[in-house]
């Protein structure tokens, strides 16, 4: 069965930094591309961060460009998200997807929520 | 700013059918922009529903379907449940630019 269970949310003041994870389990976590996907609260859903298989290709939505930085350990089956320099904005339930490929994306976690206030 | 717009809401009677539509502000939106469709009840995580514009996953009921309509992503629903009532997200991918947008979503409600 797969699964994706995220961790690391939590309250943080703005301009610090927290790192999230998502550790991965019924498959072959090195075989596929992840994605970082956000939910304010009350809002839509908003594409975060996306990186190859491999780890060699790494994207970013505008709104985190420079402030993010999404990662992998293969050997650990792990996602990451670093998060930097947080905004009020950044708050959101952060989730991690699988996708094969870059855009059949299939399986989500729950999600992690990221508070972000003084 | 790539801009990816779904009707804010929609009522189906149960039993009727619905389409939902994804229109792209760069233009037509074709089977390059892999159209993905998303359901979410409150209080959970966003399922899978259609990849790539039609395909369905395992799980997906045979009473959704996507397609290209009039240069839009489309999901329709065809014998609607009450249990289909959910806000649905398109998300297009932008190969170009490489990167993905959502559109803003759209809540069904069946009634």
């Known amino acids: 069965e797969v699964q994706l269970v995220e961790s690391g949310g939590g309250l943080v003041q703005p301009g610090g930094s927290l790192r999230l994870s998502c550790a991965a389990s019924?498959?072959?976590?090195?075989?596929?591309?992840m994605h970082w996907v956000r939910q304010a609260p009350g809002k839509g859903l908003e594409y975060v961060s996306a990186i190859s298989s491999n780890g060699g290709s790494t994207y970013y939505a505008n709104s985190v460009k420079g402030r993010f930085t999404i990662s992998r350990d293969n050997s650990k089956n792990t996602l990451y998200l670093q998060m930097g320099s947080l905004r009020a904005e950044d708050m959101a339930v952060y989730y991690c997807?699988?996708?094969?490929?870059?855009?059949?994306?299939?399986?989500w976690g729950q999600g992690t929520l990221v508070t972000v206030s003084s | 700013q790539t801009v990816v717009t779904q009707e804010p809401s929609l009522t189906v009677s149960p039993g009727g059918t619905v389409t939902l539509t994804c229109a792209s502000s760069t233009g037509a939106v074709t089977s390059g922009y892999y159209p993905n469709w998303f359901q979410q009840k409150p209080g959970q995580a966003p399922r899978a529903l259609i990849y790539s514009t039609s395909n369905k996953h395992s799980w997906t009921p045979a009473r959704f379907s996507g397609s290209l309509l009039g240069g839009k992503a489309a999901l329709t629903l065809s014998g609607v449940q009450p249990e289909d009532e959910a806000e649905y997200y398109c998300l297009l991918y932008y190969g170009g630019a490489q990167h993905w947008v959502f559109g803003g979503g759209t809540k069904l409600t069946v009634l």
């Open positions: 019924g498959f072959t976590f090195s075989s596929y591309a």
């Open positions: 997807a699988r996708a094969s490929g870059w855009s059949r994306i299939d399986y």
